[in-house]
């Protein structure tokens, strides 16, 4: 059973930064792409950052470019998210994500996720305020 467990999550100031953890187990992390997502409250969910199994292509929504950093360890099968220069618009609760391939495609990371996208970790709140 593949599961997913957000952590890293808080309460910082804006300019702060954070670092996302996802501990993952059931499937062999090396081998499918990776992605972070986040929703805000009363807002759709949206892609924030996805890396593929090599962890040598990364995406990264434009609102958080520049300033996020997606990494992944293939050999602890954790996947980070670092969030730098941090604004009050970051904050939503966000979740980790596995792909069913090596990575996402282009098309997926470019549409919305719809509404029914399977959310498998709890997620991990971050809040951002002065």
């Known amino acids: 059973e593949v599961q997913l467990v957000e952590s890293g999550g808080g309460l910082v100031e804006p300019g702060q930064s954070l670092l996302l953890s996802c501990a993952t187990s059931g499937f062999t992390f090396s081998a499918y792409g990776m992605a972070w997502l986040r929703q805000a409250p009363g807002k759709a969910l949206e892609w924030v950052s996805a890396?593929?199994?090599?962890?040598?292509?990364?995406y990264y929504a434009d609102s958080v470019k520049g300033r996020f950093t997606i990494s992944r360890d293939n050999a602890k099968g954790i996947l980070y998210l670092h969030l730098n220069s941090l604004k009050t618009e970051d904050t939503a609760m966000y979740y980790c994500?596995?792909?069913?391939?090596?990575?996402?495609?282009?098309?997926?990371?470019?549409?919305?996720?719809?509404?029914?996208?399977?959310?498998r970790g709890q997620g991990t709140q971050v809040t951002v305020s002065s």
């Open positions: 994500d596995k792909s069913g391939f090596s990575r996402y495609s282009d098309i997926e990371l470019n549409l919305a996720p719809p509404s029914t996208f399977p959310l």
């Open positions: 890396i593929n199994n090599e962890g040598t292509k990364p």
